[in-house]
């Protein structure tokens, strides 16, 4: 279980010696906000120490040291500790004391604090609290028992209105004579969720500068830069209207389905926000734009996460930046969160416990918990080539919303797919023998549709023809070798794996994206080599049993 900012004054009251607060939040906030707890037990007093200015008073009652004698984190302890008055002592970025192995004395006084809490001769440490304030969590081993650790979370929704509606929206209501509406000021809170105090004061100001008023788009941008110092996430801003995917139908359609999950009337209702998608294929197929699309219907940014980043060569970092980088995507909610080849990213999680000291493991449970248990409106794209290397525990109900297959496009499909690249180069269907074009690319991916072209282009531009035809794009055409050649077994693979249900016409691990029949699995079928899937299912299903 978390604990939250509200349980600092309990934490206070019953005396706990240490408390750990970390956050996003800007410190000035979190210090405020711990003073103002503290003031309504009476029976503090409140200090505050940092590196700059030594321990002060932020009670308005005189300070009982020097602060200038005090500004060393040894020195402050021993003053904490002698000192008679019972208080709330706030230190700042402590953290730098525990960091590459930490400060062996600031650890050890800090360890007989929390002890002397249990020892009759040392009455006065009775009364007093440190708590701890720090952007990160940084506790040495030998703190981990004695620490109490809070997490300070961003202002919710709620609140944001409630700061917003107090300041500047009334000042711009009160100098433009014109009241938001209910539906305006919404999406400007949703906006700027995710921002600590000081960011959205900036961001709103920013937005008046540049727009005259408050703009959803310019805090939303505002995101985007907070998102991009993290350094393990991508902001996607290229994203794809649900028209320039081809095939997809019915994917597209339960998309549009959860929608409704993001709206008020649609909670209300008792709906739940989707956690996500599974989406398996072979490379190309799709996937990824798949994600950008969901991304423009659910009218929400879309970031990708490198799960290579968050492994690090020093034992400890790749959790806490798993940590972070979550913190981050809940704090920016709502929002699209793209795992692209996650098969990739947590490949290594069987021999974690000898290769990483089981670093790669304790990620994945992290990362798995949170797919599992989190509330923010996050919806999960992951995207896998190799379905049979994914850990099990990913697979199981309550990670994903659905498992859906990208398979190999059907002539519709195709026809549509080269329509979409056709228009995109401005040239005209009419021009093209789409029928002719289609049965050359049999068994050919999105992505090989696109390339093909592209390479058309090229060869049209080269040979100084006025335009692309038909017959330099059937050449372009002939000279790719698909995925369903040079991969076949992996495709083979994929296909046993997902299974197919005669009576439903789609698959019985994974859902089929696009309308899939009875004669496309049997051609499938002839043209893969793949066993019959439903014997398949009951095999594997009994070699599982053994």
Known sequence: MNYTQDTIKDLVGACFPLIYVTGQESENVIVKYITKQVASLDKFRCFEWSRTQGITSLDGEANPCNPQETMDANAALDEIIKMKTSGVFIMKHLHFEFKNGGNPHVIRKLQDFINSFFSEENKEAIGKVIIIVSPITVIPPELERGTFLVDYDLLGFDAVKEKLSGSVIKELE??????????????IVRASQGLTDLEIDNGCYFSIMQKKNLDPTVLNNLKSQIVRKNGMIDCITDLENSENLGGFDRFKIWIEERKAGFTTEGQKFGLSSPKGVLLIGLQGSGKTMASKVIASMFNMPLYKIDLGKMFSSLVGQSEQKTRDVLKTLEAVAPCVVLFDEIEKGLAGLESSGRSDAGTTSRVIGTILQWLNDKKAPVFVVATSNNIRSMPPELLRAGRFDGIWFVSLPSPEERSKIFEIHLKKVNRDISKFDLKKIVKSSEN????????????????SFNKKLPDLDTETLLESISEIIPLYVTAKEQLKSIYEWVGFEKNKNDGIRARFVSSYSVNKYEEDKKTIGFQSNRLNFVQQNSEDKK
């Open 174 to 187: 009160a100098k433009n004579k014109k009241k938001f509406s209910d539906e305006e000021l919404n999406e």
């Open 444 to 459: 050919y991916s999105g992505a090989e549709i696109e390339q093909a072209v592209k390479n058309g282009l090229y060869r």
